[in-house]
């Protein structure tokens, strides 16, 4: 099954607007990571939330968790060039071994 | 910062041959991981290792991968017999615990000819 589909795929803005990307999965988790992916490059983990949180800050990132719509999102607040990347999210499950990654969202921020 | 590496950056190999890609975890983790990326494509677990055995395996994961950690910082993955379709990007990465954030390696290019 499919789990931790974000969606849009693909999103274009301008320096200093802010970039919301959604993610929706479909099994009990037991939290919820972001993470990010300049090209060629590993990925970086940005901020972990768990099913029993709802909301997490950190720095210009904001991610909030609804587990009974099964979907999380994103929000990059005033964007720089710099964020242009890949996000992807990625669900954990409760035993702690297995993490399933979405297809993920191209971010291109323009200068 | 510690951090997790992957060597080699780029394996070029026959179809049919064997390969083993290498890792370094970060030293006080526990939990080992291989996913892979195939270009353009989303990340996909390929499987966990924690206390010396595997935890968790996804169906791409079958007889011929295996993984090792043969002493105390290397963590092999091992592919008998490549395919065509094996050509992907190849990440590890590890954590503290279970259900933590991971830290990822740059990974190694895998191309199958």
């Known amino acids: 099954s499919q789990q931790g589909e974000e969606d849009p795929q693909a999103l274009s803005i301008q320096e200093g607007e802010n970039a919301t990307m959604n993610c929706s999965y479909k099994?009990?988790?037991?939290?919820l990571q972001w993470y990010r992916q300049n090209s060629g490059r590993g990925l970086v983990h940005l901020i972990l939330?768990?099913?029993?949180?709802r909301e997490k800050h950190s720095g210009r990132l904001r991610v909030t968790l609804d587990t009974s719509k099964k979907s999380s999102s994103l929000l990059i607040t005033a964007s720089r060039a710099a964020d242009t990347a890949s996000y992807f999210c990625a669900t954990g499950d409760t035993g702690g071994f297995k993490t399933i990654f979405g297809a993920g969202t191209r971010l291109f921020v323009k200068a | 910062e510690p951090e997790v590496t992957q060597t080699p950056s780029h394996q070029v190999t026959q179809m049919g041959q064997e390969v083993i890609l290498r890792c370094v975890p970060i030293?006080?983790?526990?939990?080992f991981y291989w996913y892979r990326q195939i270009l353009g494509q989303k990340v996909e677990f390929l499987v966990s290792f924690y206390n010396n055995e595997i935890s968790e395996k996804s169906e791409i994961f079958d007889d011929q991968f295996s993984v090792e950690r043969p002493d105390g910082s290397n963590f092999t993955l091992k592919i008998r017999s490549t395919k065509l379709e094996d050509s992907a990007m190849y990440f590890c990465?590890?954590?503290?615990?279970?259900?933590?954030?991971?830290?990822f390696g740059d990974g190694t290019r895998l191309s199958i000819l």
């Open positions: 990465a590890s954590s503290e615990f279970g259900n933590q954030p991971q830290h």
């Open positions: 939330i768990r099913s029993n949180e």
């Open positions: 030293s006080n983790h526990l939990y």
């Open positions: 099994t009990s988790i037991n939290n």
